[in-house]
Every structure is written in C-alpha cells, then in structure tokens.
C-alpha cells in the first residue's frame, strides 16, 4: 500500500494490464506526445494529462499508438481491433469530443455484440476526461456519463477515488464490452493508499461512502466529494445522511440506493451533467416508479443550471454544484 | 490450368448465385414476406467477387448496406444470408441484424454497416490486428461513392497510410448515393484522385468486368501483404435495382439501364470473355446456372419457413460480460 494519485493510480493500472496480457495497446492522440518531432524525450507528453507517461518506453511503439486529430478513424479502429481479437485501450481526450466519433462509439461499437448475434464481442475500454473547473468553457468540460449511459451496450464507470479508478480500470480493460471510463479532471491530484498489486472492482457494485439514517444522497465523480462535504456538513447540525456512490452508471447498483430510500425516505441526487435526460433525472424517475411507496418528501435533483459551461472563472463556479447547493437540498426535503 | 479453370468455375458461380439471388430478393419483396428494406448488389457482382478471389481466410471484408452480394462473394452460407434478411431465429445474426447488417464472423465477413463510410475505420482496427499478430492478413473494405464523401473515410485513409496498414479501400462507385448522382457529389467526379493526397496508389476499375478488378486487387493485396501499406480502387459500375426495393428510380437518365444491361452486365461480359478464350464451356456454365437455381429455391424456402426469434432473444445479447 502506497499514498498515490488518482493520475498514478490510472497510469500503474495501464502499466500492470499491459505487462499482463500483450493483446492490449494505447490508442489515442499524444499519447507519447511528440511522434514525428526528433525531440529528446520518446514521450514528451505522456498524454494530454500525463496519465500515459513511460508507456510507450516500457511497450513500445507497437502498442502505444500515437494518433493524428482523427477521432472517428481512431475510435473506429480501436473498435475494429477489438473486434479482431486485440484488447484496445483508446483516450477520447475530452469526451466533449464524443461530438466527432459518435457513430462509431454508439452506432459501431454499442451494437456490435447484439446486431451481430453476438458473434464477436467489443474488448474495448474508452479512457475519457469529464467535468468542468479548469476554466476552459462550454467544449472541454461537460460531464457526458448521462448520453454514453442511453445507449445498451456500453459501460460506463465514473470513479471518484484514486482506490477506484485503479480498481475499476482493471475491471474495464479486462471487461469483453465497451467501457467508457471517465476520469474526472480536477480529482487527478487527489491522493489515498492505494495497494500496489491488481485488484479488480466488480461493475455494479456502489461504495456506501456514509451511512446515516435521515437522507439518501447518491453522487457521482467529483460529486462524491462534494456530497460528502456537505453530509458532514449537516451531521454538525444533526442530520445523518447516506452519501452512495453507485461508481458505474451501467450498470448502476439500484438495490443499494433502494435499500437506503427504503430506510430514510428521502432522496437527493447530486450530477455534474446537466438537469434535463440526466442521471439524476433517470435515478429520480427509477426512484419514483418503483419506491414511491417509501419516499416521505420530493426527490431532489442537484445538477447544473440548463446552460453550457462559461469559461469566466465566477460564472463556472456558479454552474457547478457546491456543498452549500447540497445542504439546501437536504434541508428543504428534511424538513418536510 | 486446374487451379485457373477451378477460378474460373468459382467466379461464375458466385457472381450468378448473387445474381440469382438478388433477382429473387426482387421478386419476392413485393409480397411483403421480408422485413425492413433490402438493397440489392444485382450489376455490381464483379466487384464483390474480385476482391474476394484475393482474399484468404485470414483476411477481413468489411461490407457495406449492400451486403448480400459481398456476403455470398466471401462465402457466407446463402440459406444463412436469406434467413438473416427474413429475420430469421436462425439467421447469421439470430435476426437482429436484417439485411443490411450481415456479419460472418468466422468468414471474417465484418460489420454490414448502415453507417456509410465507418467500414474505412474499422478496417483500420482490423489491419492492426492481423499486423499485430503477425499471420499475414489484410483487410479490404468496400465503400460505396456515397459513403466515400464520408470524413471518417478521409480520415482512415490517412491513419491507414501513416501506419502503413494493409488496407483495401474499395471504393464502389455505383453512380448513386441514394437518388443523389455521383457527378454532382464528387468533385472532380474522380475518388481514385484521391489516393495521391494520402499517399497511396490509386486507381479506376471497370467494374463490370472481373478479370480487371480481380487483376487490380491482385496487385494491390500484394502490395499490402509486403507491408507497403493501403491502396485505394475506384470501381465502376452500376446497380441493376434502385436504392432500396420499391424505390421508382425516376433520377435516372431514360435508357441507362437498359443500355448498362446490354454492354455493361458482368456476367454476360464475363461469359463472352471466357468462351472467347475457351477457359471455360457453355456446358461448364448452363450446369452452374442449374445449381445456383437449386440453391436458391433452397434458401428462400428455408428462409420463408423458419422460426421467427424466441422473445426472450430481445434481451439476449446486449453484452458479453455480465451486467
């Protein structure tokens, strides 16, 4: 067990799958960085966020495949080697980029496995960066879970731990179905013990991080933090709150989010993707149908305002939820 | 000479059994009897079964919308092809594909795909993985003029040339995207001039004659095999049906197809061709023309008659590791 960061976390996973089974390889843009330039460093990037760092000297150019800006061709080669018996790993850089291979990601490599008869299956991991905070406007931080999440087929894991995102993109890449992997790009310094060997974190599993008895609150991503900030929050004032964080939207843990509605009554959902055809609004409307039986006050949804991401610094700060949006929730619904 | 003469007899075949086969599909859509909307590759046999006369069981064929034709090139099972397009429990694709997504894994008959154009990529993939392995294979990808004018076609042509994949880019041109002509979606009207701008070789093939395509794709397969990377051939031709069955085909000029279908049919060209040269006899033919009959009658009554899928394959399949 060693203190690591969430962005070491993710490069030691890649590292030890790699080492591990020889079919996988890295597919994406600057994933070494600097192919073609004659500078000194074989990796002068080491991706965009320096995840993939020393990959390529450890791998080689064989399986750490540098890419030009072409998503569509890239994501659609990841996909057809995948399919071929390759065990591909390809970054979406922003998955706001969604917007330039979208057929290939939802009409290629979602439906592979089923319009075919499941014939072949998909092995593919999709390493992509979510969430706002960096102050790069309305195309570099959306929080895309909720769209990759309408299509059956697809995976989609969201960790909020450095713990996690190892686990579960040990599960991802040796998953045999697409996986969206969203590693949120404000939690890449966070830093916790993490075991230096593999362990794998079963899909569909979500990690009470609270338990309390007055309020469910479910979170995802960065929100987990923020939830919890909040749930500790409001214990001073003493109210207890379950913080849940499901950890994969597909496919998502609804027996522990039931069985803590079963017990408070009362339930916020706190999303960084947006308020319409959200997560939120999806666990909301399951929450209904099926627990309504058990809820004592509203559902409450905490998301973002229905707007893009501005990039001015007090704007963004308003656009995302805070712990203090969070308590507001929980205390309007705590009181009834 | 045998081995020739065994060609010969497998080209003809496999063009006629298209033939006859997309010539029934033609029939028997009136009645309703088949879901969905089928196009039919009728005109365009000479293409399919060009490439495939090059390509080997390691190989990948990536096809398009179009599909039965290419399907029956490489191999496919024809009662499995016409059970899939009846959507069929026992179709290739248990019935959840339909005509325009067949796929053979075991043939390596990739992805019919109703997205234009994505075929180029996944190709890529392909290449890369018979490249990683190291057993020789190639990957062609057939890709319709329309599909063509697709960016992720642009794309892949790029990736592929940088990487050195080997990789057919077959373009098909069959004069139509839809009821939209080639002439007026592409510009200079030439995709073969194309190939120079991603630095791969690229020519234009009259598509309803076998021998140059096979000749062509001969070439070209061996340049990939040799690990000198993509090539891009432009075939012409035309299909005899329109877009999809029940499409009126007002956009055409009057006559083309009659005037195609006098100087331009690949197997009647192919025939004259064969019999000139004497490689093959018109007996060695009228008794392929039987059996490609038989089999047809097979297919479609295998097809007509079988089960339709349980329901609970509607949830079956979604993924391939538990969720």
């Known amino acids: 067990m060693t203190e690591k960061s969430y962005r070491n976390a993710i490069r030691e996973t890649l590292f030890q799958e790699m080492a591990r089974d020889p079919d996988i390889i890295l597919i994406g843009e600057d994933m070494a960085g600097g192919a073609g330039a004659g500078g000194e460093e074989e990796d002068a990037w080491g991706g965009p966020m320096g995840v993939t760092k020393g990959l390529i000297g450890e791998y080689g150019k064989k399986r750490v495949l540098d890419t030009p800006i072409s998503e569509a061709a890239f994501m659609g080669a990841a996909i057809g080697a995948a399919a071929a018996g390759l065990r591909p790993i390809a970054e979406l850089m922003f998955n706001d980029f969604l917007g330039v291979c979208c057929d290939q990601i939802i009409n290629q490599a979602a439906k592979y496995h089923y319009m075919y008869g499941g014939q072949d299956t998909i092995p593919l991991t999709i390493r992509t960066t979510m969430g706002a905070g960096l102050r790069i406007s309305a195309q570099h931080s959306q929080s895309l879970h909720a769209i ?46 993490v075991p230096d060997g593999s362990y794998a974190i079963p899909f569909g599993e979500a990690r009470v991080v609270m338990d309390g008895e007055d309020v469910t609150i479910v979170a995802f991503s960065r929100m987990v933090h923020v939830a919890t900030e909040a749930a500790k929050a409001l214990a001073k004032q003493g ?79 308003l656009y995302v939820p805070d712990a203090a949006k969070v308590m507001a929730a929980v205390l309007a619904i705590y009181r009834e | 000479m045998d081995k020739k003469h065994n060609q010969l007899l497998w080209a003809y075949r496999t ?21 969905g909307f089928v196009h039919l590759y009728a005109g365009q046999e000479a293409c399919a079964a060009g490439v495939c006369a090059n390509l080997t069981e390691v190989d990948y064929f990536h096809i ?44 390596k008959i990739i992805g019919a795909n109703s997205g234009v154009g994505s075929g180029a990529a996944l190709a890529c993939g392909s290449a890369l993985a018979a490249r990683h392995r190291g057993d020789g294979g190639i990957a062609a990808a057939l890709i319709g003029e329309g599909g063509a004018n697709q960016g992720v076609v642009s794309e892949a042509m790029n990736l592929a040339a940088i990487w050195k994949l080997p990789v057919l880019f077959i373009f098909e041109n069959n004069g139509y995207a839809e009821a939209t002509s080639a002439d007026y979606a592409i510009a200079g009207g030439d995709l073969s001039a194309r190939a120079p701008a991603f630095a791969m070789p690229g020519e234009i093939v009259d598509g309803s004659d076998y021998f140059a ?21 432009e075939v012409r031709n ?53 059996q490609v009959a038989a089999l047809i009658d097979a297919a479609y009554e295998a097809a007509r008659t079988a089960p339709l899928p349980d329901p609970e394959e509607l949830m079956q399949n979604i993924y391939a590791t538990n969720c």
């Open chain 1, 148 to 193: 990759f999440t309408h299509f059956p087929g697809l995976k989609v894991a969201l960790p909020s731990t450095a713990y996690d995102a190892k686990g579960l993109l040990t599960t991802a890449i040796r998953d045999n179905d697409p996986v969206i992997f969203c590693e949120h790009k404000l939690l890449y310094r966070l830093r916790e013990d």
């Open chain 2, 64 to 107: 398009t919308h179009r599909a039965h034709g290419p399907a029956i090139a490489r191999g496919a099972d024809v009662t499995d092809v016409a059970r899939e397009i009846y959507c069929r429990r026992d179709g290739m694709c248990r019935g959840r594909g339909g005509s325009t997504h067949l796929h053979d894994a075991a043939r």
């Open chain 2, 213 to 233: 395509v096979a000749d062509s794709v001969a070439a070209a397969a061996a340049r990939a095999r040799a690990g000198e990377g993509p090539c891009l051939i």
């Open chain 1, 239 to 317: 109210i207890k709150c379950t913080v849940i964080d499901p950890r994969t939207t597909v496919p998502l843990d609804t027996d522990t989010i039931f069985e803590s509605v079963e017990e408070t009554g009362r339930l916020v959902i706190v999303d960084e993707g947006g308020p319409r055809c959200g997560i939120a609004s999806d666990i909301a409307a399951m929450t209904a149908d099926t627990m309504f039986h058990a809820l004592k006050a509203p559902v409450k949804c905490v998301t973002p305002p229905y707007v893009p991401i501005p990039a001015a610094p007090n704007l963004e700060d």
């Open chain 2, 15 to 35: 063009m006629q059994t298209i033939r006859l086969f997309e010539e029934r599909m033609h029939d028997v859509f009136t009645t309703g009897e088949v879901p």
């Open chain 2, 238 to 290: 035309l299909r005899l049906y329109g877009h999809y069955e029940g499409d009126a085909q007002k956009y055409r000029p009057p006559g083309e197809l009659e005037e195609y279908r006098r100087t331009k049919d690949c197997l009647i060209n192919f025939r004259a061709h064969v019999l000139a040269e004497g490689s093959l006899t018109a007996g060695d033919m009228d008794v392929i023309d039987q």
